[in-house]
């Protein structure tokens, strides 16, 4: 889907993995591009470079996500730089392991700073500065199961900005679509051996190893179907069926 040429994108996390490839797919796609990162100035750099050399205006704007008042500046430092600002892709995320039970409270507010209320107080701004545009959440195939979970406040939090990415449909329509798509495994972590996707996908009903394309082509979906909001899709070969 071609976007027209004066549009923009936040991207958050965009510096690696999933919002690298997003970022660059936008950019294909004739997207400016707002990249925020935290530690990773290096590799956002590298991928600022790419998207100039692809034609379009590749911006770079460093915020932790944890510290309030480095979050309350984000949108409106891009908005001031993108006058043209019509899209945010919440894609930051961290993930730590734990159970309910093993929680503590910095790990609790770890994991739902940066996986909610980052994600929360970005769609909020996001909505105050713009006139028309969309907000697309990167969720987690984890949010329909109820089974014990070794990564429990991070599956927790990507059930409340699920139920946020709906409740702000509402609220922010017509002038702002919302949506999410949650993934599956599609990259596998630093630390894991190969073959990680291959092992995953065996409790798939697809038993394909995920990949980040169709996560792109949901994303160029969304983007290019302006007859939807408050949708969640699954790209996890069907996961999310068996609970």
């Known amino acids: 889907m071609n976007a027209p040429s004066s549009r923009t994108a936040l991207v958050t996390g965009g510096a690696k993995r999933l919002g690298r490839l997003m970022s660059l797919a936008l950019a294909e796609d004739g997207w400016d591009i707002a990249l925020h990162c935290n530690r990773s100035r290096a590799e956002a750099e590298t991928v600022c470079e790419k998207i100039r050399n692809l034609g379009r ?33 919440n894609n930051a995320s961290t993930y730590a392991p734990g159970t309910t039970a093993g929680t503590d409270l910095e790990l609790f507010h770890s994991q739902f700073d940066v996986n909610f209320k980052a994600p929360f107080l970005l769609s909020r701004d996001f ?23 070794q990564y429990a406040v991070y599956t927790l939090a990507k059930k409340a900005l699920a139920a946020l990415t709906t409740m702000a449909a509402v609220e922010f329509a017509p002038e702002i679509r919302v949506n999410g798509i949650a ?3 599609v990259i596998a972590p630093p630390d894991e051996a190969g073959g990680y996707l291959e092992h995953t996908a065996q409790r798939t009903p697809l038993l394909r190893p995920g990949r980040p394309e169709p996560v792109i082509d949901t994303l160029r979906f969304l983007l290019g179907n302006e007859h939807l909001t408050g949708q969640i899709i699954f790209c996890d070969g069907g996961e999310n069926l068996l609970g």
């Open 57 to 89: 205006r590749g911006t770079l704007h460093t915020a932790n996500l944890r510290t309030d008042d480095e979050l309350a500046r984000l949108v409106p430092e891009v908005a001031e730089a993108h006058p043209n600002l019509a899209l945010l892709v």
């Open 127 to 149: 909505r105050n500065h713009v006139q028309q545009g969309h907000i697309i959440n990167l969720l987690d195939t984890r949010i329909t199961s109820h089974r014990k979970h």
């Open 183 to 185: 993934p599956g495994p």
